[in-house]
């Protein structure tokens, strides 16, 4: 079982984003386009490869459906608005169109069929968010923690029990947070201590810190640095800056003496707040607690 992104975004014809993905939901499909010129509806890859071989240049895309789209895998897509969606496979690849999309000239016919749900924005994590930033058509979310998160998510949509899900893999909730959640989780304890965060200052290039925070109430300034997994952080590197340097390992993995301005965040104290702030967090963070049976 795989999940996979999908953009759905008409190239080949005269219909707009909004026309194309509506037909997509209305039929239960997801796909891309890649047409023939009779537009025979074939479950069969050659017949449809020897006749759109002679129209287009590359079926990769088409191909990449083919083989490794199947049924019971999930597929995350987004609509022109920006609502996000989940899916789950029923079929497998197929050349399939209708008169409507003749008419309306609609680029959709190598398709899966599947059974699609509307998602709420806080139940999408972060790493299916930033997913959807590659240009490619279509790809899977190499990542086992959306995997695991995406099979959860799809029952408690479905309110059915469909995919079993591994409690033993992740037993830690920061096993289950990606680098970004992590990164918010952290964002939203240092405001609660009235450390505000800059936020033109969370971008890639911004040093050595994830982002830079400053208290209204002392006009310090402070850099912060956030490390999952088994990336260990010296706070040694840290001893120089002029400013405060909060820092935060999820393994708490430091090394080096440091120095005052460098404040490593206890991993207790997270937890404790990750506790008492599940009533407000976004759902995607909460889901992920109920995967670990964090409480």
């Not at 026309?19 to 239960?28: A, E, H, L, Q, V």
């Not at 409690?167 to 989780?185: G, H, K, Q, W």
Request: positive net charge.
């Amino acid at each position: 079982m795989y999940v996979f992104r999908i953009h759905i975004r008409p190239q080949g014809s005269s219909t707009d984003h909004f026309t194309t993905f509506d037909y997509c939901i209305r039929n239960g499909i997801l796909g891309v386009g890649w047409r023939t010129k009779s537009n025979r509806n074939t479950k069969n890859w050659d017949k449809y490869f020897k006749e759109a071989s002679k129209i287009h240049k590359d079926l990769n895309v088409c191909n990449y459906i083919k083989k490794w789209v199947h049924k019971g895998d999930l597929v995350w897509t987004r609509d022109p608005e920006g609502n996000y969606y989940i899916a789950q496979v029923i079929s497998g690849w197929e050349y399939w169109t209708t008169n409507e999309a003749r008419k309306l000239d609609i680029d959709i016919a190598n398709v899966f069929r599947c059974n699609i749900k509307k998602v709420s924005i806080d139940d999408v994590p972060g790493k299916v968010v930033a997913c959807f930033r590659a240009t490619r058509t279509i790809q899977e979310i190499a990542d086992d923690k959306a995997w695991e998160y995406s099979r959860y998510l799809w029952n408690v949509l479905s309110k059915k029990n469909v995919y079993s899900i591994n409690n033993a893999v992740y037993s830690d909730i920061f096993m289950m947070l990606d680098d970004e959640e992590t990164e918010d989780i952290v964002f939203l304890y240092l405001q609660s201590k009235g450390w505000y965060v800059v936020p033109n200052s969370r971008k890639v290039d911004t040093m050595s810190f994830e982002y830079i925070c400053c208290n209204p109430k002392t006009g310090e300034i402070a850099g912060t640095q956030v490390k999952t997994g088994g990336v260990s952080l010296d706070k040694d590197d840290y001893i120089n800056y002029p400013h405060k340097v909060f820092l935060f390992q999820a393994e708490e993995l430091y090394s080096g003496k440091g120095a005052k301005n460098v404040v490593p965040i206890q991993r207790k104290e997270l937890l404790e707040f990750i506790k008492k702030s599940k009533s407000w967090l976004p759902n995607s963070l909460k889901h992920k607690m109920e995967i670990v049976q964090f409480s």
